[in-house]
């Protein structure tokens, strides 16, 4: 099994993203593309010798954790942006938004204020599979803080890779620009 790199070079002229920031976080990306493929073969390699107990596979194992996540939060995080368009209410992910939150408005205050807090990671809106209720959830690195057996719907990166080129420290102004640059349509697919 080997993971490939997606190509997002489509969102290059995205207004709130300049093209050398999003270049430079597709190169991230990308990094943890390989990184958990070379984890990947080296924990194979490492059971197949009975090297499975060792102090060596158990970091490879920890570490994986970390670079298969950042893989998979940056394809779901560049995969819901791309339109600048707003939640239409009347859609499920609005229908639902509204079943939890009450309002748009309190939800989008609640994920934002999530964004603002400090310290490097991601901001996700999960919904949990058993009972439908969402929930906008702090992860702090890539591997703490997921809620199991909830189901990703909208992530946004909050670490300074994302922003700091275009907006410095103000966070507050990438969120905006985030918001922005929301594909809906995608988080209404991750819902369904």
């Given at each position: 099994?080997?993971y490939?790199?997606?190509d997002?070079q489509?969102?290059?002229?995205?207004?709130?993203?300049?093209?050398d920031?999003?270049?430079?976080?597709?190169?991230?990306?990308k990094?943890?593309?390989?990184?958990?493929?070379?984890?990947?073969?080296?924990?194979?390699?490492m059971?197949?010798?009975?090297r499975?107990?060792?102090?060596?596979?158990?970091?490879?194992?920890?570490?994986f954790?970390?670079?298969?996540?950042?893989?998979?939060l940056?394809?779901?995080?560049?995969?819901?942006?791309?339109?600048?368009?707003?939640?239409?209410?009347?859609t499920?992910?609005?229908?639902a938004?509204e079943r939890?939150?009450?309002?748009?408005?309190?939800?989008?205050?609640?994920f934002?204020a999530?964004?603002?807090?400090?310290g490097?990671g991601?901001?996700?809106l999960?919904?949990d599979?058993?009972?439908?209720?969402?929930f906008?959830?702090?992860?702090n690195?890539h591997?703490?803080?997921?809620?199991?057996?909830?189901?990703?719907l909208?992530?946004?990166?909050?670490?300074?890779?994302?922003?700091?080129?275009?907006?410095?420290l103000?966070r507050?102004?990438?969120?905006?620009a985030?918001?922005?640059?929301?594909n809906?349509?995608?988080?209404?697919?991750?819902?369904k």
């Amino acid at each position: 099994m080997e993971y490939t790199a997606k190509d997002y070079q489509y969102l290059k002229g995205m207004p709130g993203f300049s093209d050398d920031l999003l270049e430079d976080h597709f190169t991230l990306y990308k990094g943890y593309v390989t990184n958990t493929n070379k984890l990947h073969v080296a924990l194979v390699e490492m059971a197949a010798t009975d090297r499975n107990g060792s102090p060596e596979f158990a970091e490879l194992k920890r570490r994986f954790g970390f670079e298969f996540n950042g893989m998979r939060l940056h394809e779901l995080y560049f995969g819901n942006l791309g339109v600048s368009g707003k939640l239409d209410m009347g859609t499920g992910i609005g229908r639902a938004i509204e079943r939890a939150f009450g309002t748009k408005e309190v939800w989008e205050a609640d994920f934002k204020a999530t964004g603002k807090m400090r310290g490097i990671g991601w901001v996700v809106l999960y919904l949990d599979t058993t009972n439908g209720g969402l929930f906008n959830q702090w992860i702090n690195e890539h591997e703490t803080g997921h809620l199991a057996g909830c189901l990703p719907l909208l992530v946004m990166d909050v670490f300074e890779h994302a922003f700091i080129r275009d907006y410095g420290l103000k966070r507050a102004d990438y969120i905006e620009a985030f918001f922005g640059a929301i594909n809906w349509e995608a988080v209404e697919r991750r819902l369904k």
